[in-house]
T-cell receptor
Framework: ELKVEQNPLFLSMQEGKNYTIYCNYS?????LYWYRQDPGKSLESLFV?????AVKQEGRLMASLDTKARLSTLHITAAVHDLSATYFC????????FGQGTTLQVKP | DADVTQTPRNRITKTGKRIMLECSQT?????MYWYRQDPGLGLQLIYY???????NKGEISDGYSVSRQAQAKFSLSLESAIPNQTALYFC?????????????FGPGTRLLVL
């Protein structure tokens, strides 16, 4: 049974700083997803990683996948306040299994 | 217009009442899902449907039932609501024919059971 764990669960950072969110998963997952959720809102798809070594970038966010280590990372470069949100990773075994989410707070 | 819509958006009900949450989509996707989200937690899968005749239980189906009335409509019912079913409920859809099979989420229904 696939289990997905994220860390940290809460991250407070200053604008302009870099940081990484980690997503570990327990068994084979044929895809790895990253979603963003603003408070009280729905989930927005950010990235889908399909294979080992995959890297996707959008603005200040970059996601990568290492299937051998069963690890995906979401790297934030030069954080800005607009990136404040909760970020979820999810593995796929025919249905999505979500991590607990990482709440990111970017302070001016 | 939104691709995935949910009604109602907010609902307050009393313990023991039967309620139905509805989901409609215009994306033409075969697969539909119901999740619940509790504060500070990720999403848990309640039920999913790969087509109109294929409905499956998720991780936390007890106390819930679903109906797939058409490709575009998937309803979630709470037969006898209880307070610990207070949560944010999301519907989602996906296309199994796409390379990524990304799930697209509706805006959510906030349910309070008194």
């Amino acid at each position: 049974e696939l289990k997905v764990e994220q860390n940290p669960l809460f991250l407070s950072m200053q604008e302009g700083k870099n940081y990484t969110i980690y997503c570990n998963y327990s068994t084979t997952s044929d895809r790895l997803y990253w979603y963003r959720q603003d408070p009280g809102k729905s989930l927005e798809s950010l990235f889908v990683l399909l294979s080992n070594g995959a890297v996707k970038q959008e603005g200040r966010l970059m996601a990568s996948l290492d299937t051998k280590a069963r690890l995906s990372t979401l790297h934030i470069t030069a954080a800005v306040h607009d990136l404040s949100a909760t970020y979820f990773c999810a593995g796929n075994t025919g249905k999505l299994i979500f991590g607990q989410g990482t709440t990111l707070q970017v302070k001016p | 217009d939104a691709d995935v819509t949910q009604t109602p958006r907010n609902r307050i009900t009393k313990t023991g009442k039967r309620i139905m949450l509805e989901c409609s989509q215009t994306k033409g996707h075969d697969r539909m899902y119901w999740y619940r989200q509790d504060p500070g937690l990720g999403l848990q899968l309640i039920y999913y449907s790969f087509d109109v005749k294929d409905i499956n239980k998720g991780e936390i189906s007890d106390g819930y039932s679903v109906s797939r009335q058409a490709q575009a409509k998937f309803s979630l019912s709470l037969e006898s609501a209880i307070p610990n079913q207070t949560a944010l409920y999301f519907c989602a859809t996906s296309d199994p024919g796409s390379p990524t099979e990304t799930q697209y989420f509706g805006p959510g229904t906030r349910l309070l059971v008194l």
